[in-house]
């Protein structure tokens, strides 16, 4: 190709063309991409943690909950503390806390509840 007698037209065909072939690399790329998602075990499309998502953080120790519970209960005396305040005391999810009461804290006699949602330590 004699770059020479190359015209107007012809120059801007061959652009068009670039742009076509770039845009179809592009399409190729993606789809490799989640062919090798696949290849690997994850799911297509997914990349990699959601932005604005925070990792959860290490577990904790075996009955490192009931500790905190109790502790807290058998401060707050005989009016006791709602699941709430327990919760944000102990920097865990109420919904955690609920179910350590459902599983866990109906197996100490100590604990008992005394209104919505609020336990108390009962000695």
Do not use: C
């Not at 989640?34 to 932005?51: D, V």
């Not at 503390?81 to 919904?95: E, H, Q």
Request: hydrophobic letters at 40%; zero cysteines; charged letters at 30%.
């Amino acid at each position: 190709m004699n770059l020479a007698n190359i015209s107007v037209s012809d120059f801007t065909k061959i652009a068009k063309l670039l742009k076509a072939k770039d845009a179809l690399l592009a399409k190729v790329a993606d789809i490799d991409a989640e062919l090798s998602a696949f290849e690997s075990g994850g799911k297509p499309g997914k990349r990699g943690p959601t932005p604005g998502r925070q990792a959860s953080g290490p577990r904790a120790k075996r009955g490192a909950l009931k500790e905190i519970v109790v502790g807290l209960l058998k401060g707050a005396g005989k009016e006791g503390m709602s699941v709430k305040d327990i919760a944000a005391k102990a920097g865990v999810k109420s919904t955690n806390v609920h179910a350590w009461f459902f599983t866990t804290g109906k197996k100490i006699k100590e604990i008992k509840k005394t209104g919505k949602s609020v336990y108390s330590w009962v000695e």
